[in-house]
């Protein structure tokens, strides 16, 4: 896929957070905010959102038109589903033209199905784009949750925003050190307090690849690659507390100077994925490959790849391929040992 036609799909936030982390009451927020105009919001039910005085018009049984200007629609079978019927019935004028979509998950859902679906169903994929994922923080049980629950680690650690919820419920110091161990977990994510559980929708969105006001990919925004590095060059692959989940994630990049094989390197990913899969929680890059004038953009989540995007030119004069990548129980040294082995070159 090219970069314009990629820039052109439908832009997808995927919103999540573990029980209880103020994800409901940021989503009500949202809600009401008037930039939510032109925004679609799929959620689980519309009984547990309070919309009752936000109604302008029931459009059917599953969607309703906010006076924010923002649809909100409930899924009722499965997700693939509600994406495909949402499309048509804007194609055919049933609802208003919408530039973007926000999904829900429930409180224990891990959002990798939810990507899964955005890259692989080739419908789906051919129309919607994953710009970001957000995951809300509770600031008083986060620091338990992390340490205790792998799913409230995961989610942290693959979303491209974190929102802090409940900040005025504890003290700076306590919330210091949930900051530093978030920055440990996910050095690129920018954390945001949602003040008494309200944020402004421009600082979740747009965090993907493309901005939705402008075509040309801010690729060092979107890869970060410097906020995985930490004070001395070194990468974010810290193993300490076993029992901690957080701690057996690890945030690290990794480059190669010569162009690679696109074979060899689609083959070095499948070995990855098929032998550590389901602890390869994400990884993004840009490559240079053999034969090609332009990088090309690859991004996957666990068991799967999203098309790769070739890219109009380079953004600078790096021409290095750089991939980043977030594991759990893998180190840095193992990823690149296995990429060494397949690629014929070591990552520096």
Known sequence: MSAPQAADLLPVTVLTGFLGSGKTTLLNALLKHPDMGETAVLINEFGEIGLDHLLVEKIDDDIILLNSGCLCCTVRGDLVTALRDLYFKRVRGDVPEFTRLLIETTGLADPAPILHTLMTDALISSRYRLDGIVTTIDAVNAPDQLTRQPEAAKQAAVADRLVLTKTDLVDPEALAALRDRLHALNPAAPVIVADHGQAEPAALFDAGLFNAHQKHPDVARWLSEEAYKGEHGHDHDHHHDVNRHDARIAAFSLSFATPLAWESFVQAMDLLI??????????????NIEGEDFPVVVHGVQH???????????????RRSRLVVITRSISRAVVADLLAATLGQRPE
């Open 274 to 287: 098929a032998s550590k899969g389901a602890d390869i929680l994400r990884f993004k890059g840009v490559l």
């Open 304 to 318: 799967v790849f999203h098309p790769p995007t070739t890219l109009a030119a380079w953004p600078d004069n790096d």
